[in-house]
């Protein structure tokens, strides 16, 4: 069983910059694949970033450039650098684990950009 924790949500204007964190507790962090997904009001949760247990990462397109994932596997989380953010990238970030059979979901951080 693996719990996640998002946070570093909030809101910031056009141009700007957050960095997102998702904790996880429990057994196993290191072989699970870790992503971020976004959903915006009205529209489907859609994979904005995944990096692999082998640090093998991938992009959707309309991020690639602008966002970064990471992962500490030391302290059992992943990140989201988030620059250059655009009205469109505003939505309830969620943080994924999957391995195999298992997948878990954090309960998601608002980013808001607005000026």
């Known amino acids: 069983q693996v719990q996640l924790v998002e946070s570093g949500g909030g809101l910031v204007q056009p141009g700007g910059s957050l960095r997102l964190s998702c904790a996880a507790s429990g057994n196993g962090f290191r072989l699970y694949a870790m992503g971020w997904y976004r959903q915006a009001p009205g529209k489907q949760r859609e994979l904005v970033a995944v990096?692999?247990?082998?640090?093998?990462?991938n992009y959707a397109d309309h991020v690639k450039g602008r966002f970064t994932i990471s992962r500490d596997n030391d302290k059992n989380t992943v990140y989201l650098q988030m620059n250059s953010l655009t009205p469109e990238d505003a939505a309830v970030y969620f943080c994924?684990?999957?391995?195999?059979?298992?997948?878990?979901w954090g309960p998601g951080t608002q980013v808001t950009v607005s000026s």
């Open positions: 990096i692999t247990r082998d640090l093998i990462t």
């Open positions: 994924n684990a999957a391995w195999g059979r298992r997948e878990y």
